[in-house]
């Protein structure tokens, strides 16, 4: 019987250490997975004592928009990527915020020649929907101070820049970021047959991205037929010129100028198709030649859908030159036919027919190196033959 009880306490001591370890094995994983589930919590709260754990990125982070470049070391909630043209009160109380901040921006570039019909443009746009940006290329900026809509514009001055010298400045997409639609019009155009708030209708039901008031060929100058105002038409995509100078446009024509293209005295941008034309632009390039033969790559989709010309709210277009130059701004479709031609010859032409031309030699290069280069690149647009 003395055996046996001193044999019994030793198979429990050896049972009760066999188990032990086991159980502080499993203690230790469970503890781990749970630490692990906790990883999006700086501490960890056992008990009564918070211990603190390491912080891994959870996924969540991983899943968020990547930071813009520089600002790595900032809390994201201190980082603003946009911004707009809105003032602000250097002194006294904050000025009773309007009923609905500006939803679009129109922007021209002006003389002060012009400044009458500035005038009657910007009363068209309503200054609750709209933001006003006037580009003084002439220098004058007081010479407006007088309109009453004035201290509600932003002006900017530099003298003998065109309009895309200064959209490429001072509209960055990040900066016109709050606004729907971006007009960027010349200041020779006259609305009389215009009407805004139709206009933003028109091209919102039928989800125009890039678009243009059309052009009133009677009493205008039309470069090509496309822009030219088709009576009893709300709006058209294409064209057909099968007689006339210039482009031949067939029923079937699916390159610009018959179909996907607008004119550069008056387009229209969504933000989306904004932010793709901006970057298009050059920065030492100060004409638009040969930029409206490619905006149609700034749409989303389809180029022949997305982008159209609007009849029933149309404009005149008086063609009267500005930044110097001579000529009467009469230029029809053949002579611009001829003149997208030449590559390299610019003699015998005025000084501002001669620049344009330098400009749109020097696009339609760096287009050209740049689709050689990308290798990556696909022409969306590109029509097996």
Known sequence: MATHKTVEPKRKQSFVCSWVPSLIFLSTLFFIGSALLLTDYKEVDIGFIQHPIEVTKSKICEKEECIPDGT???????VTRTSDLEMRPLWGPPKKKKSKSPMNLLAIAVGIKQKKNVNEIVKKFQLT?????????????????DLEWSSSAVHVSAVNQTKWWFAKRFLHPDIVAAYDYIFLWDEDLGVEHFHVGRYLSIIKEEGLQISQPAIDADKSEVHYTLTARKTNSTLHRRAVNLHGPGYKCFENSMD??????????????????????????????????????????????????????????????????????????KTNDAEIDRLASMTTTVDGFDG??????????????????????DECWVDPFHQPS
């Open 129 to 145: 929907d709209f933001a006003i940006m006037l580009f003084h290329y002439d220098g004058n900026v007081d010479g407006w101070r």
């Open 256 to 329: 610009p100028p018959c179909t996907g293209f607008v004119e550069m005295m008056a387009p229209v941008f969504s933000r989306e198709s904004w932010r793709c034309a901006w970057h298009m632009i050059q920065n030492d390039l100060v004409h638009a030649w040969g930029l409206d033969f490619l905006l149609g790559y700034c749409v989303q989709g389809n180029r022949t859908e997305n982008i159209g010309v609007v009849d029933s709210q149309y404009l005149i277009h008086s063609g009267i030159p500005s930044l110097g130059g001579s000529g009467d701004g």
């Open 72 to 78: 790595e070391t900032l809390p994201r909630g201190i």
């Open 352 to 373: 501002r027919t001669s620049v344009r031309i330098a400009s749109l030699n020097k696009f339609k290069n760096r287009w050209g190196n740049a689709v050689r280069e």
